[in-house]
């Protein structure tokens, strides 16, 4: 069983930044992939990006150039560093793990971009 724990997320300012933290029980380096989800009010959840066990990454449109995300195996954990932020990235933001044909998710940390 895959439990993952997000972290990191709040309330800030546009154009603040925010590193959000991902924490899976196990070995990440056994998963597939990983990766981070949104939800904002009354839309379907969306990527935002992901990284594979290989080291290959993957960005959506609108976050390319402003969001980094990266891994360390040692510590089981991804984060997402997210800088120049939007009110339109204002969602709960999701982690997203690729393991042995399953997928898992954790249960979301709100990310709210005002001012």
């Known amino acids: 069983q895959v439990q993952l724990v997000e972290s990191g997320g709040g309330l800030v300012q546009p154009g603040g930044s925010l590193r959000l933290s991902c924490a899976a029980s196990?070995?990440?380096?056994?998963?597939?992939?990983m990766g981070w989800y949104r939800q904002a009010p009354g839309k379907e959840r969306e990527l935002v990006a992901t990284?594979?066990?290989?080291?290959?990454?993957n960005y959506a449109d609108p976050v390319k150039g402003r969001f980094t995300i990266s891994r360390d195996n040692a510590r089981s954990t991804v984060f997402l560093q997210m800088n120049s932020l939007k009110p339109a990235d204002t969602a709960v933001y999701f982690c997203?793990?690729?393991?042995?044909?399953?997928?898992?998710w954790g249960q979301g940390t709100q990310v709210t971009v005002s001012s």
């Open positions: 196990g070995s990440i380096f056994s998963f597939n992939a």
């Open positions: 990284i594979a066990n290989g080291g290959s990454i």
């Open positions: 997203n793990a690729l393991y042995r044909g399953g997928i898992y």
